[in-house]
Nanobody, 117 residues
Framework: QVQLVESGGGLVQPGGSLRLSCAAS????????MDWYRQAPGKQRELVAT???????NYADSVKGRFTISRDNAKNAVYLQMNNLKPEDTAAYYC???????????WGQGTQVTVSS
């Protein structure tokens, strides 16, 4: 069983920055593609950023140039650096460990990000 614990959310003004962290309790973290998703009230959960086992990154168009995903396999952690935050970035952010090609994946409990003046 894999446990994912997110941290780093909070309230920030527009234009500000936050760094989300996700700590994974798993023996072989490096085999997972790691994602960050977000879900705003009344909206579907959406994929924000992905980093593969080989370090390839992909982003939603809405966050390109503002968000950066990274991973530290030695620390079993994945991060999301969020800059120039906008009110529309307000959502619960979820860490996801993806091995769906092998029939399993895992979710964290989420951390709230609120962008407001």
């Amino acid at each position: 069983q894999v446990q994912l614990v997110e941290s780093g959310g909070g309230l920030v003004q527009p234009g500000g920055s936050l760094r989300l962290s996700c700590a994974a309790s798993v023996s072989i973290f490096s085999i997972y593609t790691m994602d960050w998703y977000r879900q705003a009230p009344g909206k579907q959960r959406e994929l924000v950023a992905t980093i593969t086992t080989g370090g390839i990154r992909n982003y939603a168009d809405s966050v390109k140039g503002r968000f950066t995903i990274s991973r530290d396999n030695a620390k079993n952690a994945v991060y999301l650096q969020m800059n120039n935050l906008k009110p529309e970035d307000t959502a619960a952010y979820y860490c996801h460990a993806d091995r769906r090609a092998y029939g399993y994946d895992y979710w964290g409990q989420g951390t709230q990000v609120t962008v407001s003046s």
